[in-house]
Structures are given as C-alpha cells and as structure tokens.
Nanobody
Framework: QVQLVESGGGLVQAGDSLRLSCVVSGVPFSRSNMGWFRQAPGKEREFVAAFERSTTTTYYGDSVKGRFTLSRDNAKNTVYLQMNSLKPEDTAVYYC??????????????WGQGTQVTVSS
C-alpha cells in the first residue's frame, strides 16, 4: 500500500520561506520519481516539481522556477519542497505524489492527503 504523508504547511507572509516534507512508504523510494503538485480553491491541480529518477533531472512548473527546490533523502524515504520568496498566489493545498510523465504532462496515481499553505500579502 502506497502512503504519502505531507507536513510543514502553514500561514506565512509574502516573501517568507517554508519547507514541506513528505514521508513515503509502499514504493521503492530510491528508484521512484517523486514530486509535488498544488491546488488552489476553484482551480485545477497544478504541477509544481518532479524528480525524474531515470535522468536524475528535476523539473519545475513555470510559476515556481527559481523559488522552489525539490530535494530528497533516500535514507529517510522523504521528499522535501523548499519554498522561498513566497507569494499570495502560492496559496494552495500542496500534495506529494509519485509522478510519471504522460504525453508531456506530469501525472500521478498516488497522492498524499495534502498540506495547506497560505501566504498573506
């Protein structure tokens, strides 16, 4: 059974930083893609970042490039999302995922429960 448990969300001010964590079980973590998505109220779920294991390349959504960094600790089965220079438009529920690239889009069949990030102006 695949389980992804996020933590680290909260209420911050614009310009602040926050680090999300996700502990993963039920998949061979060191051999798996890992990623993050987010969903704001009234909007579709949006790709944020993904680490592609086969190429060891990390991809980012255009809206977070240069501000967010995905990292992982294989010893802890944990993936992180460091978020800097946060903006009010980053407000969303953030989901950890085991993503795959399908026809040029990042998708996932496995999701965490989500953690709320709220950025005040």
């Amino acid at each position: 059974q695949v389980q992804l448990v996020e933590s680290g969300g909260g209420l911050v001010q614009a310009g602040d930083s926050l680090r999300l964590s996700c502990v993963v079980s039920g998949v061979p973590f060191s051999r798996s893609n890992m990623g993050w998505f987010r969903q704001a109220p009234g909007k579709e779920r949006e790709f944020v970042a993904a680490f592609e294991r086969s190429t060891t390349t990390t991809y980012y959504g255009d809206s977070v490039k240069g501000r967010f960094t995905l990292s992982r600790d294989n010893a802890k089965n944990t993936v992180y999302l460091q978020m800097n220079s946060l903006k009010p438009e980053d407000t969303a529920v953030y989901y950890c995922a085991v993503p795959y690239n399908g026809a040029g889009r990042w998708l996932s069949n496995y999701w965490g429960q989500g953690t709320q990030v709220t950025v005040s102006s």
